[in-house]
């Protein structure tokens, strides 16, 4: 016999996750990822080499990244043993389907809106657990009244919301989020990973609402090459979320830097404010391109629709050396592709790759996506 006969049987029908393979186009405007387009600026980068020269690193870090939870209990306004640490905040979605997700003799179910980000998914067939996916309206708001029946049929675990949700864009009504976590008997998460380009946060209404907890990440705001995200929960929940959680899973590197980060907090907020003036200026000029639909949004990434078919617009952009993420599937996502904000110079490359997709060379686009006059060379 072999390792397949104790492979977990809802993997095969898995797939690891595969972003594109930047290697091989160098020099793509690269919008497909929610990344900041920002680097630190100089000064910081000083400070982030000062702190590498510092650093202990034949040591073990500190066990549960205490200076950076403490970092992040002050700007959240909550205390550091309500933080939970994460090699990002997708490590921490992993360690919430493994500490709630069942065994025993009941697959637990896990429960969240579609269309929204594929972990929640993903993880919950990885460790054994049973989705739920329950549909948004064809606005893609959260019909209160759907998932609180969902939620009392379906009696999940675990439920994942977020807000602002991937790939749509939009945030869903607080209240109504908090009125469902009252009413469910779940572990209700609410993933605020873009939370900072918009609409607030639930976290002040971790401590007066049972079953809410707050998923936060620092991965949308510049550092998403450092892995860090974050669970903000009751103390005694966190305590017991601890044992699933590896040690040292935030490594030396990543708290020192997210500590130094995190002492000039006004740069943060500026490049915040930047992309979220680029993000409405971005949006306005794709309003302007003739067939373009473009969904509200608050984060760092607009949802829009195209006359094209999703692989066909997702190609056109490539070639012309835009990188976007074609999120395009029938239903609500027809013809839908996800574009990050950039810098101004990127957003500018994007607008004029789009317009010369759809309208270049002045021919006529039918909805089929077959032009009417020849395709531009490019
Ligand atoms: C990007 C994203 C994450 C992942 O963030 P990391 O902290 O980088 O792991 C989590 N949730 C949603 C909804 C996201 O879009």
């Not at 607008?351 to 020849?374: F, I, K, Q, T």
Request: proline share 7%.
């Amino acid at each position: 016999m072999s390792w397949r006969s104790w492979l977990r049987p809802t993997l095969w029908s898995g797939a690891a996750y595969r972003p594109f393979d930047y290697d091989t186009s160098p020099g793509l405007v690269r919008l497909d990822s929610n990344e900041s387009p920002f680097l630190p600026d100089p000064e910081e980068m000083q400070t982030f080499q000062d702190e590498l020269g510092r650093l202990a690193l034949n040591r073990y870090p500190d066990v549960s990244g205490r200076p950076l939870r403490e970092a992040l209990a002050q700007r959240w306004n909550v205390a550091a043993e309500e933080i939970l640490l994460g090699n990002g905040s997708e490590e921490i979605i992993s360690m919430l389907t493994i500490a709630f997700g069942g065994g025993g003799n009941r697959p637990a179910r896990v429960l969240y809106p579609t269309p929204t980000f594929n972990q929640y998914e993903a993880l919950a067939l990885a460790y054994g657990a049973r989705p739920v996916p329950v549909p948004l309206d064809d606005q893609f708001r959260l019909d209160e009244r759907r998932f609180a029946e969902a939620l009392r049929q379906h009696a999940p675990a675990l439920a994942f919301f977020a807000s602002p949700n991937n790939p749509t864009g939009n945030r869903f009504d607080p209240e109504a989020l908090v009125r469902l976590a009252i009413a469910a008997d779940a572990v209700f998460v609410v993933d605020e990973a873009y939370a900072d380009f918009g609409g607030g946060t639930l976290i002040p209404r971790v401590r007066a609402t049972p079953g809410l907890f707050v998923l936060r990440s620092l991965s949308k705001i510049g550092l998403a090459g450092l892995r860090i995200g974050a669970l903000i929960g009751p103390a005694d929940a966190i305590a017991q979320l601890d044992k699933v959680r590896l040690p040292w899973n935030v490594n030396v590197v990543s708290l020192a830097l997210g500590c130094a980060t995190l002492r000039h907090p006004e740069r943060l907020e500026a490049r915040i404010r930047e992309v979220v003036r680029l993000r409405e200026e971005l949006a306005g000029t794709l309003r302007g391109i003739p067939g373009v639909e473009v969904y509200p949004s608050d984060a760092n990434f607009l949802l829009i629709r195209t006359p094209l078919e999703g692989a066909r617009a997702f190609t056109g952009l490539l070639t012309r050396g835009v990188l976007v993420k074609n999120v395009s599937v029938p239903g609500a996502l027809d013809r839908c592709l996800r574009i990050t904000v950039g810098t101004s110079v990127e957003n500018q490359r994007c607008v004029r790759a789009l317009r010369d997709l759809l309208v270049g060379g002045g021919g006529v686009l039918r909805r089929d996506g077959e032009r009417l006059r020849r395709e531009p060379r490019h």
